[in-house]
């Protein structure tokens, strides 16, 4: 990693903070090392974002477009003339969550409006008001969640949509933590969302140090549990939500939704306004990220020194495409900041947007 380091973070908190702005360098848990080592990475130009981005270190929609947004502002501190090669590279660090382009394009237009000289400060106000928002935006989304989820007292989750995803205490997390706070919740159910298991590794992390009891579950069990009347509702985050509704999320969350609707509960999705794509009528137009072959033949390593483990014979062949699409029918609800949305009614989710 270029201009970066480890360091062993201090004692549990509570409120996990996945990245904070400490004056010349963005300081981020390493997540790819969670749940078994805290280490905080110091990154200090654009190419520590993107190689943090890229390899999972600082993941999830709205919590890439804050280090991104970050990212570029501290290249522009170094290299006045490095805007447009720094906003390519941090835009193409992934392609299917649409923040990351928003935060770019939002920091590169302060830092061109503010003309030479000033570029740098207005580029860093810029991604300090994108994290800002961000957090504000997840405790609405929380209040709102909470507000229409009243009824359900056992909930699934898939992927890590709390704070590690996003600001404050994350989108579909935070939605499950104000239930848990209003004394609503019996039960939490958490798929582990191979490959990576994000959800047995970092939701599973960031509930234990809630305190909100839950259960760890197989992919492959989800449908079953919710056919048979162990769930009240689904909630989930979304990387792109397209104009028309569609929802691109973790791959797996597509199942979600077909058992969901086959059971009759509602499939709830949770995601700030930031992860709308004005731009995609449809799904069709969402480019959904592949990634390498290693993450299915083999399970992540426990830690840095430790080798992943193999799961299969060498050399398999796989196919891995990080998200899935759920057709906007499917979405019973989106719970944004500005309120909720029922994509399968036409100009629904646009109209949030205006
Ligand atoms: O590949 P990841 O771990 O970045 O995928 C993350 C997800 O799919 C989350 O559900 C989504 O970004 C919502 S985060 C609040």
Excluded at 40 to 69: F, H, N, Q, T, Y
Excluded at 77 to 87: G, H, I
Excluded at 106 to 125: K, Q, T
Aim: aromatic content about 2%.
């Amino acid at each position: 990693m270029e201009h970066s380091s480890h360091r062993q973070r201090g004692p549990h908190r509570h409120v996990t903070e996945a990245l904070h702005f400490d004056g010349d360098v963005l300081r981020a848990i390493d997540q790819t090392l969670l749940p078994w080592q805290e280490t905080e990475l110091e990154l200090r130009c654009a190419g520590d974002v993107v190689d943090a981005i890229k390899r999972l270190a600082i993941r999830g929609a709205p919590l890439i477009g804050v280090a991104a947004g970050y990212g570029l502002a501290l290249e522009l501190a170094r290299d006045p003339l490095a805007l447009e090669r720094a906003s390519d590279r941090l835009r193409a660090a992934r392609p299917t969550a649409v923040n990351l382009a928003h935060a770019v394009d939002r920091v590169r237009s302060a830092a061109i409006d503010a003309g030479p000289g000033r570029a740098a400060g207005a580029a860093l106000a810029a991604a300090q008001s994108i994290h800002a928002e961000e957090e504000a935006a997840s405790a609405e989304i929380a209040r709102h969640g909470a507000d229409l989820l009243t009824a359900a007292r056992r909930v699934l989750t898939h992927c890590n949509a709390g704070a590690l995803a996003a600001p404050g205490r994350g989108t579909a997390l935070a939605v499950i933590a104000e239930l848990s706070d209003r004394g609503h919740l019996d039960a939490v159910l958490v798929t582990e969302s191979r490959p990576l298991l994000q959800g047995a590794r970092l939701t599973v992390y960031e509930l234990a140090r809630l305190g909100i009891v839950h259960e760890l579950i197989v992919d492959g069990a989800a449908a079953g549990l919710i056919a048979s009347g162990a769930v009240d509702a689904v909630v989930v985050g979304c990387d792109r939500v397209a104009a028309n509704g569609d929802v691109a999320n973790k791959v797996g969350t597509y199942g979600l939704a077909l058992a969901a609707g086959a059971a009759g509960i509602p499939f709830v999705v949770a995601g700030p306004t930031s992860t709308i794509d004005p731009c995609c009528a449809t799904a069709a137009q969402m480019v959904i990220e592949q990634r390498g072959p290693d993450e299915v033949r083999r399970l992540p390593a426990v830690s840095a020194a430790a080798g992943a483990r193999e799961l299969t014979l060498s050399g398999t062949r796989c196919r891995n495409p990080a998200f899935d699409v759920t057709p906007a029918a499917l979405v019973t609800a989106l719970v944004t900041e500005r309120g909720v949305a029922r994509p399968s009614l036409d100009g629904s989710v646009m109209a949030l947007l205006r």
